[in-house]
């Protein structure tokens, strides 16, 4: 490695983004003045340590499919910067104190990285920051994980996040972006300088992370890096029909060897894929065709949903919780460990559940429908278990794991947020104090009153189970009859099928007709507490409003 001396020197902390194409940190931290680069990445302990008292093989934060991952989008990017004329500097140890002794040891001028609307990473953000101001180091933190800058958005929106969709779209309008090209290749990058004594090493491999190979999955469909992103996006972009009349409530849950979507999540989760470049080459294609799908339900509009609930997310105290949260109901969740455990290990004794949650555990990714099953039965839909206990297991398991989008999905699905708001929003909005009040009601009790039924959702999609008999094998030589409800087959069948219910496969932990009864009543008890509370809130406000306007 070429000596640094004392020419400029920059240093560029790979967290998301892990990419080379629309990477403004890269493009600062590369640019004019800047003689040598290290370009860093911290295996942090927080997340990718062993933890042997985990439910299932990863970390106390991440399952052991995400770590692959994250560790197979690192070799790419560091594949990568290697045709480029650099290399990946892999550390471990507490992110902040790694790249505070790299800055002092390699005299840095320059820091860059990209901007992170996490809360852990901006607490670990303030600390390099605070070092940075102090030692004259100048730094560049780009927004380049969104399309628009939350922060912006909030702004805009008078100090407060849109708590509706649609006033989200209202107040972004197109990105600022647009009208300037995006930085797409790089042909070279500076060398790396004189690392010192800082102890370097190669992306490790799971073994050397600590897992066992009783602890490693087979590997999953899904190969991380920005290679493989850019190799989908052009295969999704290239069929044009698809893209233009693709439309999100749509969709098979139950394809597994040709998934339904483009499945580029997880290339977005870790910026293997820039959604600034994705939402540019649908735009492009958008612009070939006669017509296309619009917002909500576009492969645009599920771009602008993931910025919307990043958005929310960065501008909500308390966003991941029931307690403390403005925008969340709040309602008295069940604390059943049992069931909660059912469900996380594949033995509700429901199939489709079921096998839901095994591709879950196996791959790291299913469909978002099957999602919306999964979550619905968990919370509203049968076993009343709190939103919060299946977020947690989300947040481990998924591949595309994300922060906000994993948050605002849950609070959405449990039906303890965002139609509820959509509803309030629509009664501040106007003058009508009586109609609006009903339009709360009803849009509340119509939307906890739709249930994902665990036994023939299902159905409309795979008649004959195959979804079922490849994640839960002990099913496999089920009657298509029975394949959903096995405890319904005669004994003699369950015998000739090889699948005792009750001994071979577990028989159903609730009854969904009378558990999705006793549900609804629960939510309709919590919903009515709330508006009260609500009311009486609403009574204040223009109780007040009336006597400033006297």
């Known amino acids: 490695m070429a000596s640094s001396g004392s020419s400029s020197s920059s240093l560029l902390w790979f967290r998301k983004g892990l990419r080379i194409h629309d990477n403004p940190a890269l493009v600062r931290a590369s640019s004019n ?64 104190q790694v790249i505070i002794r790299c800055l002092k040891q390699w005299d840095i001028k320059t820091l860059c990285f990209e901007y992170d609307t996490e809360a852990y990473y901006q607490g670990l953000d303030i600390k390099v920051k605070n070092y940075a101001s102090t030692a004259g180091i100048e730094l560049f933190s780009p927004v380049s994980h969104t399309i628009f800058n939350p922060a912006e958005i909030i702004d805009k929106n008078g100090g407060k996040p849109p708590l509706t969709y649609q006033s989200f779209l209202k107040i972004a309008g197109q990105p600022s972006w647009l009208s300037h090209p995006l930085s797409i290749d790089i042909t070279s990058l500076p060398p790396v300088g004189d690392v010192g004594n800082c102890k370097i090493s190669e992306v490790p491999t799971l073994k050397e992370l600590g897992y066992g ?13 920005e290679s493989e992103a850019l190799k989908r996006l052009r295969e999704a972009m290239n069929n044009k029909e698809w893209v233009a009349n693709f439309e999100k409530p749509k969709g098979d849950p139950s394809a597994f060897m040709k998934p339904a979507t483009t499945v580029l999540s997880p290339y977005l989760k870790f910026g293997c894929l820039s959604s600034r470049y994705f939402y540019q080459c649908v735009q492009d294609v958008y612009k070939d065709v006669k017509k296309h799908s619009s917002p909500p339900v576009s492969l645009i509009g599920q771009l602008l949903w993931r910025e919307f609930f990043y958005t929310v997310a960065f501008g909500t105290p308390n966003f991941d919780k029931m307690k403390g949260n403005r925008i969340c109901k709040q309602i008295p969740w069940k604390d059943d460990d049992e069931l909660l455990a059912a469900w996380r290990e594949a033995r509700t004794g429901y199939p489709w559940i079921d096998a839901i949650m095994v591709q879950l555990r196996e791959w790291g990714w299913m469909h978002h429908l099957a999602r919306h099953c999964v979550a619905c039965f968990l919370t509203r839909g049968d076993l009343f278990v709190h939103w919060e206990k299946g977020r947690d297991v989300f947040e481990r398991l998924l591949i595309d794991s994300d922060w906000a989008i994993n948050n605002g999905n849950w609070l959405w ?37 739709r249930i994902y039924s665990p036994a023939t959702f299902g159905k409309k999609y795979d008649p004959n189970g195959n979804y079922i008999r490849h994640f839960l094998p002990i099913l496999k030589d089920m009657p298509r009859e029975y394949i959903y409800e096995p405890w319904t087959a005669p004994l003699s069948v369950q015998t000739k099928a090889k699948c005792i219910v009750g001994k071979d496969y577990p028989k159903p932990v609730v009854f969904h007709d009378s558990a999705s009864k006793e549900c609804k009543s629960k939510m309709g008890e919590a919903y009515e507490l709330n508006r009260r509370l609500s009311g009486q809130f609403l009574g204040r406000f223009w109780w007040t409003r009336a006597i400033a306007i006297c």
Do not use: W
């Open 33 to 96: 003045g800047i003689k040598y680069l290290y370009p860093v990445f911290v295996i942090d302990p927080h997340y990718m340590d062993p933890d042997p008292n985990a439910s299932s093989p990863g970390s106390t934060r991440a399952g052991v499919n995400r770590i692959r991952f994250l560790l197979e989008s690192l070799l790419d990017l560091d594949f990568n910067l290697k045709k480029l004329g650099s290399r990946l500097l892999v550390f471990k140890g507490e992110p902040t």
């Open 413 to 449: 699905l449990s039906c303890s947020s965002f139609f509820y708001q959509n509803a309030c929003l629509v009664l501040f909005g106007h003058c009508d104090l009586k109609l609006n009040f009903l339009t709360l009601f009803l849009v509340d009790a119509d939307q906890y009153n």
């Open 213 to 225: 190979e009783d602890e490693q999955y087979a590997p999953i469909p899904f190969q991380g890096g």
